[in-house]
């Protein structure tokens, strides 16, 4: 099946937070017809206004529906909401999975869509809040190939690119690649934070340092634009602190089973705790700046020379 303006999908989106709310914004502006829900009912209510059906229990939005996409917190959550789900599911269904929920987690999702008949699709996507706002996700997938052509419908409507990664969702090839790019866009943030408290600690204004790598090879958009936002003080989320501890435990636990050391991504676990534990949790995770500094301040940039 595919899409369009005569022959729209129907898809279920659970989940509309940060990333999810975009998402099922775009697939309506594409044409298809959309059902969410959320855990926090009032977070799905405006959507009301894009034309999306905005529905009370999980159940009701994935009946009838040709597309399941969930975009929750974690594996847990997500294993939750399908439950809830279960006997309004119908065999065949295309469960696009996006949330980030690592390869053990992914496991027990291909169980579940084994058990239900559904045909399942590992598809975490790659990029925050503007990306999902904008339709321009990278979109990493795996599954059936005559899941294609329905999850690909959706894929256009919520990405600029989709990277397909073999059949075989069950070996998660696609929850596997997703935590090896997140643990290259926390050691960005991490760095940035931690060079922004340096610099503030030494007196040094940070233009300076920006100025020494402007063009350069050291120079990028994410240390930019994660720098820019402690500069602000403007927190508002693109992906909250909660979320990245969350990603960030989820790369330590894989290292850990497959043997590898990530020393980097240990300490940086390490640092969203505290900045969690500093009542940053649903900022944007540029906030782990503030683990840089005891005690914690709320805000703007902190003075390190006081406290």
Do not use: C
């Not at 999908?9 to 914004?25: C, D, E, F, P, S």
């Not at 996409?69 to 594996?75: C, H």
């Not at 990306?131 to 052509?149: F, Q, S």
């Not at 500093?278 to 390190?304: E, I, L």
């Amino acid at each position: 099946m595919t899409s369009t303006p005569e022959n729209p999908l129907t898809v279920a989106v659970l989940g509309t937070g940060i990333m999810g709310a975009g998402m099922a914004r775009n697939l309506a502006a594409a044409g298809h017809t959309v059902r969410a829900w959320n855990r926090t009912a009032a977070r799905a209510e405006p959507l009301a206004g894009y034309g999306i059906t905005v529905v009370a229990d999980a159940a009701q939005a994935v009946a009838g529906a040709d597309v399941v996409l969930t975009m929750v917190l974690d594996g847990a959550a997500v294993l939750d909401a399908m439950e809830g789900a279960a006997a309004a599911l119908r065999a065949g269904v295309v469960w696009v999975q996006s949330s980030t929920v690592g390869p053990d987690a992914q496991a027990q999702l291909a169980a579940l869509a084994r058990e239900y008949r559904l045909r399942f699709v590992d598809a975490p996507v790659l990029g925050s809040k503007p990306a999902a706002e904008g339709g321009t996700l990278v979109v990493l997938a795996a599954g059936p190939d005559d899941a294609r052509p329905v999850a690909d419908a959706v894929f256009d409507a919520v990405g600029r690119t989709t990277v397909w990664l073999g059949e075989n969702s069950a070996e998660a090839p696609a929850s596997s690649l997703k935590l090896v790019l997140n643990s290259w866009v926390l050691a960005v943030n991490h760095a940035t934070g931690e060079v922004m408290a340096l610099a503030e600690a030494l007196h040094v204004d940070p233009d300076r340092f920006f100025d020494a790598i402007d063009g350069g090879p050291l120079d990028t958009p994410y240390l930019r634009a994660k720098a820019a936002v402690i500069q602000s003080g403007d927190y508002r989320p693109s992906f909250t602190v909660e979320a990245a501890w969350k990603d960030a435990r989820l790369i330590t636990a894989a290292a850990e089973e497959a043997g590898v050391r990530l020393d980097l991504a240990a300490a940086g676990t390490e640092r969203l705790r505290r900045a969690v534990a500093q009542g940053h949790g649903a900022k944007d995770m540029a906030a782990a700046y503030f683990a840089s500094f005891t005690p914690a301040r709320d805000g703007g940039r902190p003075d390190p020379t006081q406290g």
